[in-house]
T-cell receptor, first 113, second 114 residues
Framework: EPEVTQTPSHQVTQMGQEVILRCVPI?????FYWYRQILGQKVEFLVS????????KSEIFDDQFSVERPDGSNFTLKIRSTKLEDSAMYFC???????????FGPGTRLTVL | GNSVTQMEGPVTLSEEAFLTINCTYT??????LFWYVQYPGEGLQLLLK?????DKGSNKGFEATYRKETTSFHLEKGSVQVSDSAVYFCALSSGSSNTGKLIFGQGTTLQVKP
């Protein structure tokens, strides 16, 4: 069964450093998403991506964040200058055009020191 | 704005007990409703969904009915197993958002003891 994959599973970085989180969505899907979950809190929407552009973003997704689909298979989330409060689990998700069900990856745990 | 509220956890049950996890929502338009489950160390998996009022979603013995009059989507299972121990998330996808983003509740941890 096709699945969404994410790498790395855990990323540790120093405050102020750039990080790139990688996702490979399900191959025939058209809509891509990033969510995050700070420890003990709810899962929050960050951004949605369709037709090679951002279709919606939340207030959390400020100028420090960017997304890219560089090669037709990967979908990346970049944080330019990490802050302590960026420490969280980041989930990638995708869905096809006809269904509203999103399929999630296993997540990347980001720890900012 | 749109929101989802779940009952506080953790919920601790003995094996074969009846489970209810409450979920209520606030939304404009006609949202689709979902339950996702997160097993320890894993990502979010879709458990069941319902797309319109009075629909019942079901999977693996779990059920939830879309109640528009009470704006609820409570998760139930007649007889839980130890393997059902996980975190359960209620979510909605608003019809007013053409991106289909999901809005989640805070999650409810279920612990089932043998």
């Amino acid at each position: 069964e096709p699945e969404v994959t994410q790498t790395p599973s855990h990323q540790v970085t120093q405050m102020g450093q750039e990080v790139i989180l990688r996702c490979v969505p399900i191959s025939n899907h058209l809509y891509f998403y990033w969510y995050r979950q700070i420890l003990g809190q709810k899962v929050e929407f960050l951004v949605s991506f369709y037709n090679n552009e951002i279709s919606e973003k939340s207030e959390i997704f400020d100028d420090q964040f960017s997304v890219e689909r560089p090669d037709g298979s990967n979908f990346t989330l970049k944080i330019r200058s990490t802050k302590l409060e960026d420490s969280a689990m980041y989930f990638c998700a995708s869905r096809d055009g006809g269904m509203d069900t999103q399929y999630f990856g296993p997540g990347t745990r980001l720890t900012v020191l | 704005g749109n929101s989802v509220t779940q009952m506080e956890g953790p919920v601790t049950l003995s094996e074969e007990a009846f489970l209810t996890i409450n979920c209520t929502y606030t939304a404009t338009g006609y949202p689709s409703l979902f339950w996702y489950v997160q097993y320890p160390g894993e990502g979010l998996q879709l458990l069941l969904k319902a797309t319109k009022a009075d629909d019942k979603g079901s999977n693996k013995g779990f059920e939830a009915t879309y109640r528009k009059e009470t704006t609820s989507f409570h998760l139930e299972k007649g007889s839980v197993q130890v393997s059902d121990s996980a975190v359960y998330f209620c979510a909605l996808s608003s019809g007013s958002s053409n991106t289909g983003k999901l809005i989640f509740g805070q999650g409810t941890t279920l612990q089932v003891k043998p």
